[in-house]
């Protein structure tokens, strides 16, 4: 059964997403999931998208702001257009996004069906169903505005929603995974990120089956039961009784299930600090760079000018790739990796970008060829960096950031405020 396995608070943030970070992003999102598509299945990506903390790493890797509601929108659109040119050889298909684009869903996956032969119908009619059930079932102040559904060939699917509040500055985001999914109104999702804000309306719930029986129960019986009901509630006495008492046990839920729940709260500071990152972690990716990358791997690559720095930036997506869940509890740490957008940690280091892109796509198209040598090499740097996590150690996190902000000229640091030309860049989609 399909149930929620953990919660986030994202922060809202306006911006964009300048032409040379999102061309970018999507060559990056595409190279990443053939990887993974190679390696693991697409079962196993589609499990990843499901994941909250694993899908704002993904985010903060591509040099996203690593902590705002802005990673959805941008992972999504990065997607639908990196892998749009490799989605019949793949076997996956995105569909829909934001705004206008979300109603353009059904549609889109009817000509998925027509291409593959999967039950184009139903797969419309879950769309329509999962919006509805996190719209309405679940009634918890915010409003939907982005809706993507992930399908593959198989008709296996993924669909990742998210709602935002104004009045609170807040977005929510809805994992769904149709892996051992029974019933749509039993407990469904995979995830549910965002921060609770008194009572929620859940009627998706498993524990709500016997709330949505007694709803059908006064449709059936007409007005005059509720209206009755509603009355009392006008009496001194009967300020504020339950419509039905008899449910209050069975919906209750206990702190210590609550609390054993993941939680990823995303701060509203937008730099990234020391208390946001596991940093043992990032000195064993470190390490890891430092001692196989300069002498190993580029012989290994055979690609030229790569360093420790774009080494240390591959052992990050390395983990992207290959990690377990317990990998992705600090998201801030893979902003280190290519920096963000708007600055924070870092300008992004389109040089030291563009040499793992080349990496990555390099290993990837041997690896369709037949020859998963270099491939199999980022494996082995994240495995490395791994063996080396207990006992590396390195610079401090504000060292560390010093370091990279001081170099930033030398990578080619880059943000959205930056008016200098790219060459490299195409003009941006409509996400």
Same mark, same amino acid.
């Given at each position: 059964m399909a149930k929620r396995t953990g919660s986030a608070d994202l922060p809202l943030h306006g911006g964009r997403v300048p032409p040379w970070l999102a061309t970018r992003m999507a060559c990056l999102g595409r190279v990443i999931v053939e990887a993974i598509v190679h390696h693991y299945g697409r079962d196993e990506l589609l499990r990843r998208?499901?994941? @909250?903390?694993?899908f704002q790493s993904f =985010?903060? %890797?591509? =040099?996203? &702001?690593?902590?705002? !509601? =802005?990673?959805t929108t941008s992972v999504i659109g990065a997607l639908k257009r990196g892998l749009g040119p490799v989605e019949r050889e793949l076997g996956i298909y995105v569909c829909g996004g934001r705004g206008r684009h979300s109603r353009r869903t059904p549609a889109e996956l009817t000509s998925v069906g027509e291409r593959t032969g999967v039950d184009a119908d139903s797969l419309a009619r879950t769309s329509r169903l999962v919006a509805k059930i996190d719209s309405a079932a679940v009634q918890d102040g915010f409003d939907l505005y982005l809706h993507a559904f992930i399908v593959t060939s198989a008709g296996d699917w993924c669909v990742v929603q998210q709602g935002m509040s104004d009045a609170r500055g807040e977005a929510r985001r809805?994992?769904?995974? !149709?892996?051992?999914l029974e019933s749509f109104l039993d407990s469904p999702h995979a995830a549910i990120e965002g921060r609770s804000h008194g009572a929620i309306v859940n009627l998706a719930d498993a524990r709500a089956a016997r709330s949505r029986s007694a709803g059908l129960d006064l449709v059936r019986e007409g007005p005059?039961?509720?209206?009755? %009901? /509603?009355? $009392? /509630? $006008?009496? @001194?006495?009967?300020?504020? @009784? !339950?419509?039905?008492p008899e449910l209050e046990p069975e919906l209750a839920i206990e702190p210590a299930a609550l609390e054993a729940l993941p939680r990823l709260q995303m701060p509203a500071h937008h730099d990234v600090r020391a208390s946001d990152v596991v940093l043992r972690r990032l000195h064993a990716a470190l390490a890891a760079a430092a001692d196989r990358g300069p002498e190993?791997?580029? &012989? %290994?690559l055979l690609t030229p000018g790569v360093g420790a720095r774009t080494i240390g930036a591959l052992a990050l997506v390395a983990e992207v790739v290959h990690g377990t869940p317990c990998r992705f509890s600090d998201p801030a740490r893979f902003s280190l990796a290519h920096g963000g957008k708007d600055g924070h940690p870092f300008p992004v280091p389109l040089r030291v970008y563009d040499e793992t892109l080349g990496v990555l796509k390099n290993a990837v198209? $041997?690896?369709k060829l037949g020859n998963g040598e270099r491939l199999s090499a980022i494996r082995r740097l994240d495995l490395e960096a791994r063996r080396l996590e207990r006992a590396a150690s390195g610079p401090g996190f504000d060292e560390f950031i010093a370091r990279e902000r001081a /170099? !930033? &000229?030398h990578y080619g640091g880059r943000t959205v405020q930056s008016t200098r030309g790219d060459r490299g860049a195409t003009k941006e989609r409509d996400r």
């Open positions: 998208l499901a994941h @909250p903390f694993w =985010g903060a %890797v591509m =040099g996203m &702001d690593w902590h705002s !509601s =802005g990673i809805y994992h769904w995974l !149709s892996e051992n005059d039961r509720t209206i009755r %009901v /509603l009355r $009392r /509630l $006008r009496e @001194p006495a009967n300020a504020a @009784p !339950s419509l039905f190993e791997f580029t &012989d %290994v198209a $041997r690896a /170099l !930033s &000229d």
